[in-house]
Nanobody, 122 residues
Framework: QVQLVESGGGLVQAGGSLRLSCAAS????????MGWYRQAPGKQRELVATITTPGRTNYADSVKGRFTISTDNAKNTVYLQMNSLKPQDTAVYYC????????????????WGQGTQVTVSS
């Protein structure tokens, strides 16, 4: 019903930058919020940043001031600009979308992307 396709991960040196993108497609009626989560080896998945359709943002303390989440509502796409990257930012980053799907009787659902690897070398 809804597909999330992420791109932009890769290998970068500490202090560098990366920009992640996530495009949502399918039978989307409306989007409540989109966000990014990450999971490092041996750790639980954790919130990185979220943004609601009106534009309200929320960040993990560990990324405040370094990461910026934004959306292109016309393209159903969410971005994560990551600056001043640190080795501890290394993880698989997952896109998340809280959406209503379907045209005639929209139902709420939560969807995840397949993940994109971000590796920060020291």
């Amino acid at each position: 019903q809804v597909q999330l396709v992420e791109s932009g991960g890769g290998l970068v040196q500490a202090g560098g930058s990366l920009r992640l993108s996530c495009a949502a497609s399918g039978s989307i009626f409306s989007i409540n919020a989109m966000g990014w989560y990450r999971q490092a080896p041996g750790k639980q998945r954790e919130l990185v940043a979220t943004i609601t359709t009106p534009g309200r943002t929320n960040y993990a303390d560990s990324v405040k001031g370094r990461f910026t989440i934004s959306t292109d509502n016309a393209k159903n796409t969410v971005y994560l600009q990551m600056n001043s990257l640190k080795p501890q930012d290394t993880a698989v980053y997952y896109c998340n979308a809280d959406v209503y799907v379907g045209r005639f009787l929209p139902t709420q659902g939560e969807y995840w992307g397949q993940g994109t690897q971000v590796t920060v070398s020291s």
